[in-house]
C-alpha cells in the first residue's frame, strides 16, 4: 500500500516537471501520432502558429502545412511509420510553417518517435528560424560587397603586407608594382601606419596607367593591427579639373586679350577722336569759307550801286562757292557710303581718251591761273576702251591732278598714262614738282581726315579727305594707288587699274575720241510746258525758287507747307504732278505719299530730299515716289523730271518744239560748237533705230551710251537723260520700252535741228 502511494507520489513529480519543462521551452514541441492528429503541443508552438493550445489538440498536422506538403504527407507519414528510408528521424529540415492567419514562415525541424505502451508517437522540435535566415542572407550580401562594388577595396596590414583585394585594386597593384600578398610602397606604409597610431583615417591618391586616377580612404582597425582601404575612381573629376584649369587658361588669356583690344580701341578711339575733331576744324574751313563768299557776294548784289558786270561777276562767284561747297558734302558722303559698304560701281566700256580729255578740260584751268604746265603724256600703245566706272575713275584722277596744282608752287603737273601688257595693268602716274613729302607723312596721307601735318592745312586748305577716298575708291575697282615722294622735289601718285582681256585688244597709237567735247557745267532745257503741279516744301526759300524755276516754263504752281497740307491738297485739286519734300514738320513726305497711293492717287510724284545716300532713294520709291531728287535741286534735274514725266503737255499742244541748247543760251559764242553736235546727231539716232531693227544688242548700247555722253556736253540733257534711260532698261532686256525711248529720241533729234535753225536765225 505505501509502495504504490510512493509510485503514485513519484508518478505525479515527474508528470509536473515534464510538464514544467515542455512549458518553458523555447522551441515548439509537437506530437502526433500515425494518423497524423496532434496529440499534444507545448505552449511555445501556440505562440509561433497563433493557435491556442486547443485549437490544435486532436487537429491534423496538415493544419500547420502549405497545401502542396499537406497533401503529400499522409503517405509520407505512412512510409515513416513502417520504415525511416529517407533518414528523417533524428536529422533536421527546414520547412515552411503556416499560422493561423494564413502566413508562413522558415523553421528548423527536428523529428523524433517514441513508443507510448502500444502506440507509435512521433515527436516534433520546432525552432523558428525566420531571423537567422535573413541574418545569414544579410551577412552573404555583405561578404559579397568587396567582390561585386565597382571601387576597389583592399585589407593591408600593419607591416604593409596585402593580405586582400577585389578584382578593382588590379589597376592600383600595377602602379604599386606590387601584388596581393605583396608589400605596399614605402610612401603608402607611412600613410598607414600614420592612420594605425593616431587611429584617424588618411587619404593617398593613385596614378595609375592608362590615365586613371584614384583616392584611398585608409580606415585604421586597430584590433586587428590592419587598415582596411576604400577607394573612389576620380580619372573623370580629375578631367574635369583638368578641363577647368584649361578653360580658366583660355578664359584669363581671352580676358589679357580683350583688355589689350580694348586698351587698343580706346587708344584708336582716341587717336580718331583726334583725328575727327581735327577733320572738324578743318572742315568748318572749308565750309565756312566758300559760304563766306556766297553770303558776301549775295549781300553784294544787294547794292543798287553795283554795275551788270560786277553783279556778273558776284553771280559767278556765288555758283562757284556753291559748287565747290558740294564737291566737300559729295567727299563726305562717298567716304561714309564706302566705309558702309552702300557704294553702287558700274562696269561699262568707256573711251579712255575721252575720260582723259574730260579731266584735262577741267584741270587745265586751274594749272593756267596758277602759272604752271600741266599736260598728259600717253605712252602707246593704249586700250581704246576700258570696262570699269568712268564717273569714279575721274573723280580719282581729278583729287590726284587737283592735289598736285595745290601743292605745287612752280613748275609742272604731268599725267602719264601706260598700259603693261604682261600684267594687263593700266598705269595712271601724277607726277608733280612740289612741296613733297617725308616717309613719316607718306605713312599717313591715306588716312581720312589726315593731311601731311598741320601747317601744310593752315596754308594750303582742304578737309584731308580726297587722298583716303581715291585710295579706296581704286580699290573697290581692284586696283591700287600707292606713293612715292621727296621732301621738297615732289610726288609721283600711281593709279593701276587691272584691265580685262576682252579691253586690251585692239591696243591703238593714236588718241581717239568719240565725243569731241567734254562735259560742261549745268544744261538746262527751257521749252515751255503747260500744266498744273503741287509744290509741297517746308522752307519758303526753296519754295519761291523751285516755284519760279517751274513759272518760267508756263506751268503754274500751289505751295503746300507739310505733308498734310500736301495730302490735303493733292486729293481736292487737279495737279498733273506733285513735288514732295521727305523731311518736313506735321508730317513728312513718305508718310504723305504712303496714304496718297492709298487713297487711290495716281499721278506722279517726285520724292525731294537732303539725303543723298541709295538707301534714301529706293526708301523713297519704296514709299510709292515715281523719281526722285537729291537736294540741292538745280535746273537742269528739275527741267529733265519734267520732260520725263509731263510728256506731251507742251503750250502749242502737238508734239513738234524747238529744243534750245542751254551752251548756246549761256555763252552764244559757242553756236558753231553746238552745231558740230547738231550735225552728227541723226547718224547716232540712225544707228540706234537700225541696231534695234536688226536686234544687234552691243551695237545698241555703244551707241546709247555714245549718246549719253554727248548729249549734255552739247547742252542737251535730256537726250543724255533719255539715252540713259534707254541704256539702262537695255540690261534688263525690257526691248519694248528701249523702242519707245528710241522713238523719243527721234522726236528729241527733230526738236533740236529745229531749235537749232531757230538759234541760228
Known sequence: MGSDIKNTESHQYHQRLLDGVMNNLLDGIITIDTRGQIRSVNPALADMTGYAMDELLGKSINLLMDERIANAHDGYLARLTKQDRDGVIGSKRHLQVRRKDGSVFQAEIAVSKMQLDDELIFIG????????????????????????????????TDTG????????????????????????????????????ASGKPEQVEVSCSGGQYFKLLIAPVPDLKAVYVYGLDITQSRKDQKELLAHRTRLEKMVEERT?????????????????????????????????????????????????????????????????LKGIINNVLDLSKIEAEKIELESIPSNLFDLLAEVQSLVNSQAVEKGIAFNINYSFPLPQTITTDPVRVKQILLNLCCNAIKFTERGRVDLNICYLPATRILQVDVVDTGIGMTASQIGNIFEPFVQADVSTTRKYGGTGLGLCLSRRLGMLLGGTLEVTSESGKGSTFSLRLPIKESDGLPLVNEIKLENTMPKTGPQTTMQQLQGKVLLVEDTPELQVLIASYLRKIGLKIDVAN????????????????????????????????????????????????????????????????????????????????????????????????????TLYETDPDMADMVKTFIDILP???????????????????????????????????????TAREAENLLKTGDYASVAGLIEKLAQLNGDAQRGYKQMAG
Open 125 to 156: 522540435s520546432i525552432y523558428d528560424v525566420t531571423q537567422k535566415l535573413e541574418q545569414e542572407q544579410q551577412i552573404q550580401e555583405l561578404a559579397r560587397f568587396p567582390e561585386e562594388t565597382w571601387n576597389p577595396v583592399m585589407k593591408i
Open 161 to 196: 603586407t596585402i593580405s586582400y583585394t577585389n578584382r578593382r585594386c588590379e589597376s592600383i597593384l600595377q602602379s604599386w608594382q606590387t601584388r596581393l600578398q605583396g608589400p605596399v610602397p614605402e610612401s603608402v606604409l607611412t600613410v598607414i601606419r600614420k592612420s594605425i
Open 260 to 324: 589689350d583690344e580694348a586698351n587698343a580701341a580706346r587708344d584708336e578711339a582716341e587717336r580718331a577722336n583726334q583725328a575727327k575733331s581735327l577733320f572738324l576744324a578743318n572742315m568748318s574751313h572749308e565750309i565756312r569759307t566758300p559760304l563766306s563768299s556766297i553770303i558776301g557776294y549775295a549781300e553784294g548784289l544787294l547794292d543798287e550801286d553795283q554795275t551788270r558786270e560786277q553783279r556778273e561777276k558776284s553771280i559767278q562767284t556765288i555758283i562757284r562757292s556753291s559748287q565747290h
Open 562 to 661: 507739310n505733308g498734310e497740307e500736301g495730302v490735303n491738297a493733292a486729293m481736292s485739286g487737279d495737279y498733273d504732278l506733285v513735288f514732295m519734300d521727305i523731311q518736313m514738320p506735321v508730317m513728312d513726305g513718305y508718310t504723305a505719299v504712303k496714304i496718297l497711293r492709298a487713297k487711290g492717287y495716281i499721278k506722279p510724284i517726285i520724292a525731294m530730299t537732303a539725303n543723298a545716300m541709295q538707301e534714301d532713294r529706293q526708301r523713297c520709291l519704296a514709299a510709292g515716289c515715281n523719281d526722285y531728287l537729291a537736294k540741292p535741286v538745280q535746273r537742269e534735274q528739275i527741267y529733265s523730271i519734267l520732260e520725263k514725266h509731263l510728256s506731251g503737255t507742251t503750250t502749242d499742244g502737238n508734239t513738234s518744239r524747238e529744243l534750245i541748247s
Open 683 to 721: 547718224t547716232y539716232i540712225s544707228q540706234c533705230q537700225e541696231a534695234l531693227e536688226g536686234e544687234t544688242w552691243d551695237a545698241l548700247a555703244f551707241a546709247l551710251h555714245t549718246l549719253k555722253g554727248m548729249g549734255g556736253s552739247y547742252g542737251y540733257a535730256i537726250i543724255t537723260e
